[in-house]
């Protein structure tokens, strides 16, 4: 057992003697389930990543740093630590010098909102990013988003919002952890940055707007995934 955080060893405990009732455990990634069974689990376990209806959307078409259209950037998740809102702010405060018609939405909300919401007053950037809250039609978000970029410093399973983007065809720029790692595989179905290092996806950004082929790759491919999987 593992002693460091007295919640979670009180689970692993009762997990421990309650192992023997269970049929069968269902685990969202193989990162969890090697959790649980390299150390003391042994029922009859499989793994079942996240859920996703398998709708495909249209969009009007990708961004183009020759255009004269905004690039659309899109941040959807709790407003807590864990995820880690603020590494795309401090992205922006980076690139929009190089790209001034850029725009990043960021949908919920979290005990981080104040802290976001001043940073972003005290830098100026009132005009590149929107808080936009909780929202019952984040579809109409992914609909106009160019790119999606989740920044949270750990995941169990899959992002259930990388794959609600990737139904849209948006390119995803994500995290290398956790059941990211599992799932999307760097410049074929995702683009993956270093976790928590602003200067990293800062670079893979640029790459993205940079270029727009990669970007129509990696939706597309992303997209085939979801379809052969779900």
């Given amino acids: 057992f593992t002693w460091s955080n007295g919640l979670f060893n009180l689970t ?4 421990y003697f309650t192992d023997y009732k269970y049929d069968m455990r269902i685990s969202i990634s193989k990162i969890v389930n090697n959790s649980w069974y390299q150390c003391y689990l042994s029922s009859p376990n499989t793994i079942i990543n996240n859920p996703v209806e398998l709708v495909q959307f249209k969009k009007n078409g ?18 807590i630590k864990l995820k880690n809102p603020m590494l795309p702010i401090l992205a922006m405060k980076h690139i ?7 725009h990043l ?8 909102k104040e802290k976001l919401v ?4 005290d830098n100026s950037l009132e005009n590149y990013v929107s808080i936009i809250g909780l929202t019952n039609d984040v579809e109409k978000y992914y609909e106009k988003s160019d790119i999606l970029i989740v920044s949270s410093n750990w995941t169990s399973g899959i992002p259930l919002v990388s794959l609600e983007a990737a139904m849209y065809k948006i390119p995803l720029l994500l995290p ?11 410049n074929e179905t995702a683009i993956l940055y270093k976790h928590g290092n602003v ?7 640029i790459e993205l707007i940079e270029d727009n082929e ?6 597309s491919n992303a997209i085939t995934k979801l379809s052969k999987k779900y």
């Fill in 214 to 219: 990669l970007g129509q790759k990696i939706a």
């Fill in 176 to 186: 290398d952890v956790g059941g990211i790692k599992e799932f999307f595989r760097n």
């Fill in 199 to 205: 200067l990293d996806l800062t670079t893979k950004l």
């Fill in 62 to 79: 990708m961004y183009s740093v020759n255009n004269k259209k905004t690039i659309q950037l899109l941040f959807v998740g709790r407003l």
């Fill in 118 to 121: 001043k940073y972003i007053k």
């Fill in 12 to 15: 692993q405990i009762l997990y």
């Fill in 96 to 102: 929009i010098a190089k790209y001034p018609k850029i």
């Fill in 105 to 112: 939405n960021i949908v919920g909300e979290g005990p981080e």
